[in-house]
């Protein structure tokens, strides 16, 4: 049996899926998105990394405002559609870097601000992510990560972690509002706010975005429909699967030095 890095499985799970998130609705219209841009409002001066870019939403909304936004992520395919939808969208200052969060190719203090959304539940050290954020955006900048958190009850959490595992096997693991301000803290990081959303995700196009296999789609409608009804209700889970999940969006700042 051959071993696949954890690196090239996120390549290969989001490099042949780039399109769909492109065109994804989920994606590129919604509360948190809407919050994590309206951040950027009056820094036309900024230089902003987009950790984790995936289908470029952040990066795309957030060009016209900033001198400059990097659009940084593992996948290769997926950067270059983000490369192509940019020339697109006659947004000439954009510009894509290709690697892992945990070990950043950019220089100490070379970046205002530090965006990220939906991609922290796919880093293998979220420790390491956040504190290579930390030190490449400079002191008094901002980092602001939008993710999907867990509720923090055990039984939520098992089965949460378990139907995103099943419908991408590239995830690692959604973390509760404790924990994630307890890993912007170890990161040197100031907490400056947290906001909560609420999600739904249409089933039929959350596991065709993500090519999910039919054994593994049986799987979560499966677990959906035998899981307690404690969980049913928690995700507000629909009779053909779709669901309701919880996104918070975290800012934080670096010290001024």
């Known amino acids: 049996m051959s071993e696949t890095s954890h690196e090239t499985l996120v390549g290969s799970q989001f490099g042949s899926r780039a399109e769909a998130y492109l065109k994804s609705a989920v994606h590129s219209k919604s509360e948190d998105l809407e919050a994590l841009v309206g951040l950027m ?4 001066e900024a230089r902003v990394l987009d950790l984790g870019c995936g289908g470029g939403h952040v990066t795309f909304n957030v060009a016209p405002l900033v001198r400059e936004i990097v659009a940084y992520d593992l996948s290769r395919e997926m950067l270059g559609v983000v490369e192509k939808a940019a020339r697109e969208r006659h947004l000439s200052n954009v510009v894509t870097r290709q690697g892992a969060v945990e070990k950043l190719p950019f220089e100490d ?31 008094g900048g901002m980092v602001a990560i939008a993710d999907t958190v867990t509720p923090g009850v055990p039984l939520l959490d098992t089965y949460f972690q378990a139907i995103e595992l099943l419908r991408d096997c ?22 400056q706010s947290v906001r909560a959303f609420r999600l739904r995700l249409e089933f039929r196009s959350w596991v065709e975005r993500m090519n999910t296999p039919d054994v593994q ?12 009804a404690a969980a049913t209700f928690y995700f507000e889970t629909e009779p053909d699967g779709s669901h309701k999940i919880d996104v918070a969006l975290f800012t934080a700042s670096k010290r001024p030095r």
Request: no cysteine; proline share 3%; hydrophobic share 45%.
């Open 41 to 44: 409002a009056g820094r036309s």
């Open 109 to 139: 203090k070379s970046f205002d601000a530090v965006l990220s959304r939906f991609s922290a539940h796919h880093w293998t050290d979220l420790d390491a992510g956040l504190s290579e954020a930390a030190r490449v955006v400079k002191p």
């Open 170 to 191: 590239s995830h690692v693991r959604n973390y509760s509002r404790s924990e994630w301000e307890a890993a912007i803290a170890r990161a040197g990081l100031v907490p």
């Open 217 to 228: 789609v049986r799987a979560i409608r499966a677990l959906q429909t035998s899981v307690s």
